[in-house]
């Protein structure tokens, strides 16, 4: 007989200190996101869609090294690196990415990409605004998660062909 007074006793307990918290939060204020009127506002470390980021040159910080592909659980990243050339530079490496492709219709936004990388070449930033009927459309391309340029700089370095002098002969 005593334990079960006490397991009423516990049990009133119990749902006074639910129904205390459920007061508690009467008296706040209430927060409401009026999106899409307004946009919602996000936490720094919120992971929405990629961002491919670029060094203080605009020159783009991804070399093609695959990392982040292999460390990705759903297989959504699909790359074809390519090189630098002394003519022309894309990136600050060996190789760049001449095509950087994240399927968003497999992404869990795990973030183990951005963990992987280690050039800090692939970052989430705070897009969010995907939903499509269509999946074909849900595959991005490079060209769409580049970062901007930064201002005054054209990103690509690209050299004359070297002039070879005359051999006098
Ligand atoms: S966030 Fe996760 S699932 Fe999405 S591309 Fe990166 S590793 Fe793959
Ligand atoms: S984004 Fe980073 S990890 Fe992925 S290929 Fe480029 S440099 Fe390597």
């Known amino acids: 007989m005593p334990s079960r007074i006490s397991e009423v006793l516990s049990g009133a307990a119990a749902i006074a200190k639910g129904m205390g918290t459920t007061f508690k939060e009467m008296l706040n204020p209430t927060l409401t996101d009026l999106y899409p009127d307004a946009p919602p506002v996000l936490q720094e470390r919120y992971r929405g869609l990629h961002v491919l980021q670029r060094d203080e040159n605009g020159l783009e910080k991804c070399v093609a090294c695959f990392l982040c592909s292999a460390a990705c659980p759903t297989n959504c990243i699909y790359i074809v690196a390519a090189d630098n050339t002394a003519q022309e530079r894309i990136s ?78």
């Not at 990415?97 to 963990?115: H, L, M, P, Q, T």
């Not at 070449?121 to 269509?134: K, L, P, Q, R, V």
């Open 92 to 169: 600050g490496g060996e190789r760049y990415a001449k095509i950087y492709n994240i399927d968003y219709s497999r992404c869990i936004f795990c973030g183990y990409c951005v963990e992987a990388c280690p050039t800090d070449a692939i970052t989430h930033g705070h897009g969010f605004e995907m939903a499509s009927y269509d999946t074909s459309t849900l595959v991005y391309r490079k060209e769409k998660l580049l970062a901007p340029l930064p201002a005054g700089v054209t990103g690509r370095f690209r050299l004359e062909e070297p002039v070879l002098a005359e051999s006098g002969h």
